[in-house]
C-alpha cells in the first residue's frame, strides 16, 4: 500500500506549490527593486517634497490652511505703505502693514495679499493725463464720503479655491485705513499683478495681470468703464509679443510649449508707452530664469514694437553661444518686474526683483541712463532690503513697490513684504519627517532586498543537496520539535502545529534521515525561540491593550510624590509675608466628584453649563490651534474632577472646525482674544505678550471678589482643586514653583531679567539682588482675585510689561534659553511684595506623570496638577463630555478665525528625529509606568498561560 506523500497528485501539489513559492519570490523581488528605484529617485523630482508625496495619503490639504489667514506654503505676504524721503530712492516702510489677509476676512478666505498697486483718480498713475472720475454708485459708501477716494487692486490667495484672485480696496483717510471692496478678477488659473490705468486713447481703465496660468503664451490687458469702476473687468485684448528669443531657445522637448510672460508693466515716456515684461524659462535647458524684454507703442491696446537693444539680445553664459537672442536683462538680480515703472526728475526708474538666491531677496530701483528709439540702458540706483529683524512684516521678504507721486507732492505708494523667507517653515512643521522617513526608508528597503536575495539563493543551495527548499524547511522545524523538550508547552504546541503543516509527523515518527537532521539542527532553536516571543508579545499586547482601553481593571501603585525642603526656609515663605487687608476672601471652586459632579442629561440639555451658583472660582486657559489635544485632555479633567467650575477658553488661533467643536463642550465658554486691540507683537506667540493681556482680561470679566485661575493647555488636573481656592481665598493669588530662577536664565546668568524687566518694573538692585535666586512662580499656574492686592500690585504691572516688547517682555535677542518672558515679570513682581502664595512644584505642576494614578479617575491627592504636554495616553480625552444634541458647525461661529495671524505654527518642527524623539519620550514614559504596574504583569501572566 503506498504511502499518501507518495501518490503522484501530491508530487504535483507539491510541485505547484514549490512554483507558486518561486512565483511569488519573484513579484516580491521585482516590487522590491521598483520600491528602491523610486525611493533613490524621490528626492531628485520636484524639491523639496519629492515624488512620492504625503499629500497622496491624505484628504486634508498640506500646503495651507482652510480658514481666512490661514498659513500657505508660498508665505505670509503683507501690504504696506511706503513713503519717500525725499524721494522712492529713500523709502520709509510702514510699522505695521496697512492691507492683510484680516482686511478681506469677511469677504474672502485668503491666505495672503501681495502685487499691490495705487490708483489716485486725481493722479496720472504714469498714464498720459490725470484720470478723470468715476461712477460712485459701483462703492457703497463713496457718496457719503466727501474724501477723494484711493484704490487699491492686489494678488489675493483665495483658499476656498487655492488660487490667486484679483482684490480691489479702498481708502478716504490717504492710504493709512482700506476696506476690501471685493474681488475684482477671477479667472480658472492663478492672476496676480494687477497694474491699473486709466488708458485716454480708449476711454477706459486697463489692467495688465499676469496670466500665465492660462498656457496662451500671451498677455491679457482687462479694461472697465468709468461706470463699472473698480468692477466690471472683462478682456479686451490678448498680447502675443513679437519675441524672437523663444523659438531660438526653446529645446526639443519644449515643443509646443508657449512663452510664459510675467509682470508686464507698462509707462508713458517722452511720447510713447514703454512695455517691459518678463519671459519666464527654464535654466535646466540653457535659458535664463528670467528675461527682461522691452516694447514700445503708441497705444497700449495697439501693436507693441520690439525695442532695437532687446533685438540685439543679451549676454548670458549658459546659452548656446553666451548669448540670448532677444532681450535687455537676463540676470537674477533685475530681470524681473518689481512693480509699476515711473518717470521722475525726466528720468526712467523700473523696480526690479531680486531673486538671486530665493524669491523675494530685495527690491533694486534701476534708473534708465539711455532710454531713446535705438538704445536702452539702465544702471541701480538704490536697493530696499528685508529688515531682517524677525519680527516686522517684512522681515525676510521684499519683492513689490508701486511709488507715486501723491496729491500732496510728496512720494509714496505700496511696498510688499513676508515675515518668513518662504512657506518652507510650514513644510518643515508638516512634512519634513516624511521627506525624511523616506531617505532612511530606501536604505532599509535595498538592505532587505539583499538579504532576502542571499537567504534565497542559500535555500536554492540547500535544496539543490537536501530535497528541496520545502525539505530544508521541513528539516529545520522538524529538529526543532525534537530539541524542544525544555521549551513551554504551548511553544512545543505551536511548533508541532507548525509541523503538522508541512507534513512533518511522518518524517518526526521515522526519524528522518541523519543529513536532514544534521542540516536542520542550526535552525531548531531559532524556531522555539522565535515562536517563545511570538507568544509573549501576544500578551503584552493584550495586557497593554486592556490597559489602554480599561485602565480602571488594572491595579498599578504610583510612584511616590515627595516634596524635597528647599535650601532655605521651606518653599521659599518670606520672612515677613505680604498681608492683604481684604483678605479672607470667599473663594470655592464648587463640589467635586461624587457631589453632583456628573450632571444629567437634561441639566446639560437646558443650560449647556456645569457651573453652580456657590463656585465663586473660573479656570481659564487658552491656546491655538497646534494644542488641541492637550486643551480636550485639560478640559475633560477640568470637567471630571471639577464639574461645577465654570470654564473659559480663549481663542488664540482655533481653526473654524475646533472652534465649533469647543462651542460644543459642557460648562466651557469660548472668549475672542481681540489680537487688533494690542501691538502687534501681541501676535507673536512666542513672545508670550498675550498670556499676561490674557490674564488681566479674564479677571477683569468676573465680579469683584471672585478668582480667576490660569491653568496652561499642557497640564491637566488630578484631584480637586480646594487647595487652589484656599490659597487664594487666604492671599488673594495662588501658582506653583518651577525649576531655575530669573538670576541663572540665559547667558550671561539674568542678563535680560536684570537689564530689562527689572530696570521696567523700577525694581532696584539691591531688591532684585535679594530675590533673582527664588524659584520661578510658574506661568503656567496664576490665580487672581479680582480687586486683591495680587491683582493691583503684580497683574497690572505685568499687562503693562506686556504690552512694551523692547523693553520688557521680548527684549532684542529674546529666546526661550535667554529669558522667560512674562514667568520672568510675575515671579519679580511675587518676590518683590513678598507674597508666599508659590506652592510647591511637585504637587501643582509636577512633570512627572508617573507619580499620578494610572486611573485618571482614581485621586493623585497630594498632588493636584501634573504636567501631560506632548505626553500619551492623554487619558481625560476619552472623559470629555460635550452638550446633548450639538452639532459642531462652522458656519455658525460668532467670529471667523485668522489663525496664521498668530505665527506660532512656524515654530515646530517635524523633523524625523524630532517625531521620534518625542514619541520615544512619550513610549519610554509609559513603558516604565507599565513595567512597575502589577497589574499589567499579572495581566499578562494570565494571557500567555491561556494561549
Request: glycine share 8%; hydrophobic share 40%; aromatic share 10%.
Amino acid at each position: 500500500m503506498a504511502h499518501p506523500h507518495h501518490h503522484p497528485a501530491s508530487k504535483a501539489g507539491s510541485g505547484f506549490t514549490l512554483r507558486s513559492r518561486w512565483i511569488a519570490f519573484a513579484l516580491y523581488a521585482v516590487l522590491s527593486i521598483a520600491l528602491t528605484i523610486v525611493l533613490f529617485v524621490d528626492p531628485l523630482i520636484d524639491r523639496p517634497s519629492g515624488l512620492v508625496k504625503l499629500a497622496w495619503f491624505t484628504k486634508a490639504p498640506l500646503s495651507h490652511g482652510l480658514d481666512p489667514c490661514s498659513w500657505d506654503y508660498e508665505g505670509s505676504w503683507r501690504i504696506g505703505f511706503a513713503r519717500g524721503n525725499p524721494d522712492p530712492q529713500h523709502l520709509q516702510l510702514s510699522a505695521e502693514p496697512v492691507i492683510t489677509c484680516a482686511t478681506l476676512a469677511n469677504a474672502t478666505a485668503a491666505s495672503f495679499v501681495a502685487d499691490p498697486f495705487l490708483y489716485i483718480p486725481s493722479s496720472s498713475n504714469g498714464t498720459t493725463a490725470t484720470s478723470p472720475s468715476f461712477n460712485t454708485s459701483a462703492i457703497a459708501d463713496a457718496t457719503t464720503s466727501s474724501k477723494q477716494p484711493w484704490f487699491a487692486f492686489y494678488e489675493m490667495k483665495n483658499l476656498k479655491r487655492y488660487l490667486g484672485e484679483l482684490g480691489v480696496a479702498v481708502s478716504y483717510d490717504s492710504g493709512d485705513s482700506w476696506r476690501h471692496l471685493g474681488t475684482a478678477v477671477s479667472e480658472p488659473f492663478h492672476l496676480s499683478f494687477p497694474l491699473v490705468l486709466w488708458d485716454a486713447d480708449s476711454q477706459q481703465y486697463l489692467m495688465f495681470a499676469e496670466t500665465i496660468g492660462s498656457k496662451e503664451g500671451n498677455i491679457w490687458i482687462y479694461g472697465t468703464s468709468r461706470e463699472a469702476f473698480p468692477f466690471g473687468w472683462r478682456v479686451v485684448r490678448r498680447v502675443w509679443p513679437e519675441d524672437p528669443g523663444w523659438p531660438d531657445t526653446r529645446r526639443w522637448f519644449q515643443f509646443g510649449m508657449p512663452a510664459k510672460y510675467v509682470d508686464t508693466a507698462p509707462v508713458w515716456f517722452e511720447g510713447r508707452w514703454w512695455i517691459f515684461t518678463t519671459r519666464v524659462g527654464t535654466p535646466a535647458a540653457g535659458q535664463p530664469k528670467y528675461t527682461l524684454l522691452v516694447y514700445t507703442a503708441d497705444t497700449l491696446l495697439g501693436d507693441w514694437k520690439p525695442h532695437p537693444a532687446a533685438l540685439a539680445g543679451v549676454a548670458y553664459a549658459a546659452a548656446p553661444g553666451g548669448r540670448v537672442p532677444f532681450g535687455v536683462d537676463a540676470g537674477r538680480r533685475t530681470a524681473r518686474n518689481g512693480g509699476r515703472p515711473f518717470v521722475m526728475g525726466g528720468q526712467l526708474y523700473r523696480w526690479a526683483q531680486d531673486c538671486s538666491h530665493f524669491y523675494g531677496e530685495a527690491l533694486r530701483l534701476m534708473h534708465a541712463t539711455a532710454a531713446n528709439a535705438t538704445h536702452y540702458a539702465e544702471v541701480e540706483v538704490a536697493a530696499l532690503a528685508p529688515s531682517h529683524d524677525g519680527l516686522s512684516w517684512h522681515s525676510a521678504r521684499l519683492h513689490h513697490a508701486d511709488i507715486h507721486m501723491l496729491p500732496d507732492g510728496s512720494w509714496g505708494g505700496f511696498v510688499d513684504g513676508d515675515r518668513y523667507q518662504d512657506g518652507y517653515s510650514h513644510f518643515i512643521a508638516r512634512e519634513q519627517w516624511f521627506v525624511e522617513l523616506k531617505a532612511r526608508l530606501k536604505w532599509v528597503v535595498a538592505a532587505q532586498l539583499i538579504m532576502v536575495v542571499l537567504a534565497a539563493a542559500l535555500l536554492a543551495a540547500a535544496a539543490a543537496s537536501g530535497g528541496g527548499p520545502a525539505g530544508a524547511a521541513r528539516g529545520l522545524l522538524g529538529f526543532g520539535t525534537r530539541c524542544c523538550g525544555l521549551c513551554p508547552a504551548p511553544a512545543r504546541r505551536a511548533l508541532a502545529r507548525a509541523a503538522a503543516a508541512l507534513g512533518l509527523q511522518q518524517q518526526v515518527a521515522a526519524g528522518g534521515s541523519a543529513a536532514a537532521a544534521t542540516a536542520a539542527g542550526a535552525g531548531g532553536a531559532l524556531g522555539a525561540a522565535a515562536a517563545a516571543v511570538v507568544l509573549v508579545a501576544t500578551a503584552v499586547v493584550a495586557a497593554v491593550g486592556v490597559m489602554a482601553v480599561m485602565p480602571w481593571v488594572v491595579p498599578c501603585p504610583r510612584w511616590p510624590v515627595q516634596v524635597p525642603p528647599f535650601p532655605e526656609s521651606p518653599w521659599f515663605v518670606p520672612d515677613s509675608p505680604h498681608v492683604d487687608p481684604a483678605a479672607p476672601y470667599n473663594i470655592s471652586a464648587g463640589p467635586g466628584p461624587g457631589h453632583g459632579g456628573r450632571s444629567s442629561s437634561s441639566e446639560t440639555s437646558s443650560s449647556g453649563s456645569s457651573g453652580s451658583s456657590n463656585a465663586s472660582l473660573t479656570v481659564v486657559t487658552g491656546c491655538s490651534s497646534t494644542f488641541m489635544d492637550r486643551l480636550e485632555n485639560l478640559v475633560g479633567s477640568l470637567q471630571y474632577w471639577s464639574p461645577h467650575t465654570p470654564v473659559a477658553v480663549y481663542d488664540l488661533g482655533f481653526t473654524s472646525q475646533q472652534l465649533a467643536e469647543i462651542r460644543c463642550w459642557q460648562g466651557v465658554e469660548v472668549r475672542r482674544f481681540p489680537f487688533e486691540s494690542y501691538p502687534p507683537h501681541v501676535r507673536e506667540m512666542r513672545t508670550y505678550a498675550f498670556k499676561g493681556l490674557t490674564f488681566q482680561r479674564a479677571v477683569e470679566a468676573v465680579a469683584p471678589g471672585q478668582a480667576v485661575l490660569w491653568i496652561d493647555c499642557g497640564l491637566e488636573v488630578r484631584a480637586p482643586l480646594d487647595p487652589l481656592a484656599q490659597s487664594l481665598s487666604r492671599h488673594g493669588h495662588v501658582s506653583a514653583q518651577q525649576s531655575t530662577s530669573p538670576g541663572r536664565q540665559g547667558a550671561p546668568l539674568g542678563h535680560m531679567a536684570e537689564r530689562y524687566t527689572r530696570v521696567f518694573l523700577n525694581m532696584s538692585l539691591p531688591d532684585y539682588e535679594r530675590i533673582k535666586l527664588l524659584p520661578f512662580c510658574a506661568a503656567g499656574v496664576q490665580g487672581f482675585v479680582h480687586g486683591s492686592d495680587a491683582h493691583r500690585l503684580v497683574l497690572g504691572p505685568v499687562a503693562a510689561c506686556s504690552l512694551e516688547r523692547d523693553r520688557c517682555i521680548a527684549p532684542p535677542g529674546h529666546s526661550r534659553n535667554q529669558h522667560c518672558y512674562e514667568q520672568t515679570a510675575l515671579t519679580l513682581l511675587l518676590r518683590h511684595h513678598n507674597f508666599s502664595t508659590c506652592l510647591q512644584r511637585e504637587l501643582y505642576a509636577s512633570s512627572s506623570t508617573r507619580k499620578t494614578t494610572y486611573d485618571p479617575r482614581q485621586s493623585s491627592a497630594p498632588l493636584v496638577i501634573a504636567s501631560r504636554r506632548y505626553r500619551q495616553p492623554k487619558p481625560y480625552r476619552a472623559l470629555l463630555r460635550r452638550r446633548p444634541q450639538c452639532r459642531a458647525d462652522p458656519g455658525t461661529n460668532p467670529w471667523p478665525t485668522i489663525a496664521s495671524e498668530h505665527t506660532e505654527s512656524t515654530i515646530g518642527h517635524s523633523g524625523l528625529n524630532t517625531v521620534i524623539l518625542t514619541r520615544a519620550r512619550a513610549l519610554l514614559d509609559f513603558v516604565v509606568q507599565a513595567g512597575c504596574c502589577v497589574g499589567l504583569h499579572a495581566l499578562a501572566q494570565l494571557v500567555l498561560w491561556t494561549q
